[in-house]
């Protein structure tokens, strides 16, 4: 199935148009719900107010990963330049991760996805996997031993959290450690520089329980993990706001539109998937309706 197969050429061209004005709202709105989740702790130091940032604040981090995953492929903004600067420092880099690294090791993901050469396989092959497996896979990623594992693989030479391309920018490590020291300088300024500690502690724990249910979502226990036709090697998740909020930011639970037609802009995805159904090509799709359902598939019987 290929977009010219399914869609008219004006079709294509209106999920595929880009805009810097909606890509930099998503920027400046994922970094004003940072800032303001950290602002509440501060204000309201407890462990309620820490137990919400753990809970909310990985669907922010994730937010930014997700950002540089479409500045990635070229199609978050409009102006190249934009994709570059601003996936880079103000995605990649806070997130540990490295944007030139990140699309090239993806597009091999892309090519070879629905084959046994997709290099992603390791994060979602096994499935389903037994309900001891997955606990025990929780506990590493919610006590750290994942995020650990993580600053390890950074230290020596691996790029990002979401790749396992080694560093495809000079002086990496040292453009990660100022990206954070310029979110401290920030929150300092605010006088609230000690949250740093909450995003951080965050990220090595809760985000890392998110980033795997995310890829249990995309390519796990589908209908065919190694047919090419995305509809069956990819899913998408149908997920209720709260969901999307929390687990599934700036529309990637759409996988499979986005890997239908990987230059259409995350803001576009649910626009193509309307299209899709209407051209009934999701007819005989099975749909995942919240993140519940696919651990439920995630699970072996």
């Known amino acids: 199935m290929r977009p010219n197969e399914v869609l008219t050429s004006q079709e294509r061209e209106l999920v595929l148009k880009r805009s810097d004005f909606r890509a930099w709202l998503m920027v400046v ?3 004003a719900l940072t800032f303001g989740i950290l602002w509440v702790v501060a204000a309201f130091p407890s462990l309620v107010t820490l137990l919400f940032a753990w809970l909310v604040l990985p669907g922010r981090q994730l937010s930014l ?3 540089m995953h479409e500045a990635g492929h070229g199609s978050l903004f409009k102006t190249r330049v934009y994709n570059q600067w601003v996936g880079q420092w103000l995605c990649a880099l806070p997130t540990l991760g490295d944007l030139h690294s990140y699309a090239r090791g993806h597009s091999a993901h892309h ?10 396989l390791p994060n979602y092959g096994a499935y389903p996997i037994s309900r001891e497996s997955l606990y025990r896979k929780w ?6 031993a994942t995020g650990l594992k993580l600053l390890r693989a950074l230290a020596s030479g691996t790029s990002s959290q979401m790749s396992r391309e080694t560093h495809g920018s000079s002086h990496l490590v040292a453009k990660q450690i100022l990206s954070h020291l310029i979110f ?13 500690f909450v995003w951080m502690f965050t990220f ?3 985000y890392m329980w998110v980033v795997r249910l995310r890829q249990v979502g995309e390519h796990a226990a589908v209908t065919n993990l190694y047919d090419p036709d995305v509809r069956l090697n990819t899913r998408t998740v149908e997920a209720p706001f709260w969901q999307r909020f ?8 759409y996988h499979m539109e986005h890997h239908f037609m990987a230059g259409v802009p995350c803001y576009n995805l649910p626009k193509l998937r309307t299209l899709l159904k209407q051209k009934g090509v999701l007819d005989e799709v ?10 439920k598939m995630a699970v072996a019987p």
């Open 246 to 253: 929390l687990l599934a930011p700036n529309n990637v639970n």
């Open 111 to 120: 090519k070879f996805a629905g084959s046994h050469d997709d290099p992603d």
């Open 139 to 144: 506990r590493r990623d919610l006590f750290g």
């Open 204 to 206: 090595l724990t809760s």
């Open 286 to 295: 099975p749909v995942v309706s919240g993140y519940g359902q696919v651990l």
């Open 29 to 31: 709105r994922t970094w």
């Open 184 to 196: 401290i300088a920030a929150l300092s300024a605010m006088g609230i520089g000690w949250t740093w």
């Open 65 to 67: 990963a997700v950002l």
